[in-house]
């Protein structure tokens, strides 16, 4: 069986995209938030990078 890999730079952007809207909505809301909003899009990058990295290195592990 075939798995499709996952590419981690564009499961990254997207996670960027998607955690930097929400911390502006919630900085334009009122809400105190204790990083800005550069943060938080890093950081959304770098976790659904680290999710497709992993994803992928299961998939490409032999079966038993």
Avoid: D, H, Y
């Avoid at 590419?7 to 930097?20: F, T």
């Amino acid at each position: 069986m075939q798995t499709k890999q996952a590419n981690p730079l564009i499961w990254g952007a997207w996670g960027g995209i998607v955690c930097a809207v929400i911390a502006f909505g919630a900085e334009m809301a009122g809400e105190p938030l204790p990083q800005t909003v550069w943060q938080a899009g890093m950081g959304g990058f770098f976790w659904l990078w680290v999710v497709a990295s992993v994803k992928n290195w299961l998939a490409s592990r032999p079966v038993r």
